[in-house]
């Protein structure tokens, strides 16, 4: 099964609200990425956190992990109609040898 | 610089046929992957090239995929004898891998591959 599960699988917010996302994993991890794919195609790395941090800031994204629950969140602010995008979390598992386990995505839709 | 490059951005085949995919990534970065996605789902990883080691073939399908990446830099994936469940999108990432274990990985546009 997949190692990274988003939910929820689909969000749409209104411009100007903050947008949640959701990350579960199974295993023990080095990292956990989030990655922004416009239109299915390249996907663009947006942030990394590390097993031994527990919150990160980048701009408008604020992501926290908790590794007692395996699990990670990606919180956009103050969203604008160019956030809209499919977000991946991905892992790469102390095991893993440097790959990642992606998850299925949420996909955001922001309206103006 | 630029970033990771794949070639071609589409390509239409009819089943049974054989396909080559490219990947160009960015220069210096020793490690390489491949992934597949499939109409509105995640990656699905499928091999990881690092440096001079054997590669990490573990999440290729079948027998009927293969890759190569010749002097460390390009990569070439090759589908045999395609299937209809072979279209998706087929990336490619590169990275610099360093000690500290941070694997930001870049990606290119990816392939989208539709057989008949």
């Known amino acids: 099964s997949q190692q990274g599960e988003e939910d929820p699988q689909a969000l749409s917010i209104q411009e100007g609200e903050n947008a949640t996302m959701n990350c579960s994993y199974k295993?023990?991890?080095?990292?956990l990425q989030w990655y922004r794919q416009n239109s299915g195609r390249g996907l663009v790395h947006l942030i990394l956190?590390?097993?031994?941090?527990r919150e990160k800031h980048s701009g408008r994204l604020r992501v926290t992990l908790d590794t007692s629950k395996k699990s990670s969140s990606l919180l956009i602010t103050a969203s604008r109609a160019a956030d809209t995008a499919s977000y991946f979390c991905?892992?790469?598992?102390?095991?893993?040898?440097?790959?990642?386990?992606f998850g299925q995505g949420t996909r955001l839709t922001i309206n103006p | 610089g630029a970033g990771v490059s794949q070639s071609p951005s589409n390509k239409v085949t009819e089943k049974g046929k054989d396909v080559e995919l490219r990947c160009d990534p960015i220069?210096?970065?020793?490690?390489l992957y491949w992934y597949r996605q499939s109409l509105g789902q995640g990656l699905e990883f499928l091999i990881y090239?690092?440096?001079?080691?054997?590669?990490?073939k573990s999440g290729l399908p079948s027998d009927r995929f293969s890759a190569e990446r010749t002097g460390g830099s390009v990569s070439t994936l090759t589908i045999q004898r395609t299937q209809q469940e072979d279209s998706a999108v087929y990336l490619c990432?590169?990275?610099?891998?360093?000690?500290?274990?941070?694997?930001?990985?870049?990606f290119g546009p990816g392939t989208r591959l539709t057989v008949l």
């Open positions: 990432a590169s990275s610099l891998v360093g000690t500290s274990g941070d694997n930001e990985q870049f």
């Open positions: 295993t023990s991890i080095n990292n």
């Open positions: 956190i590390r097993s031994n941090e």
């Open positions: 991905a892992t790469d598992a102390i095991q893993g040898a440097q790959k990642l386990v």
């Open positions: 220069s210096g970065h020793t490690a």
């Open positions: 090239f690092q440096g001079n080691s054997a590669p990490d």
